[in-house]
């Protein structure tokens, strides 16, 4: 499994941002996919989650800011990103669970000015 993330990069707040994240592999279509991310001296906090089905969960801080959704027939990973806040600065990373193994991607940086 590769997990390859895209999209990230300098915003203003309030501002936007959609990150991808393609996924190889056939286990995509039955595993749970997430986004995690990590802000400097933090640990990795997981911020979105959505099942094979497409019920997805999110974290408190971004509940009504961010939408997770995925695509199974290209195996993509999305999290649009809304009302950006500086300390939504960090790296984002997607992850993939699949039979009691974990897998993710580099990530790629997002980072919000006040």
């Known amino acids: 499994v590769q997990l390859v993330e895209s999209g990230g990069g300098f915003v203003q707040a309030g501002g936007s941002l959609r990150l991808s994240c393609a996924a190889s592999?056939?286990?995509?279509?039955?595993?749970?996919m997430a986004w995690y991310r990590q802000a400097p001296g933090k640990q990795r906090e997981l911020v979105a989650r959505?099942?094979?089905?497409?019920?997805?969960n999110y974290v408190g801080t971004v509940q009504g800011r961010f939408t997770i959704s995925r695509d199974n027939a290209k195996k993509m990973l999305y999290l649009q990103m809304n009302s950006l806040k500086p300390e939504d600065t960090a790296v984002y990373s997607c992850?993939?669970?699949?039979?009691?193994?974990?897998?993710w991607g580099r990530g790629t940086q997002v980072t919000v000015s006040s």
């Open positions: 592999g056939s286990i995509f279509i039955s595993a749970a």
């Open positions: 959505i099942t094979s089905g497409g019920s997805a």
């Open positions: 992850g993939l669970s699949f039979g009691g193994s974990n897998y």
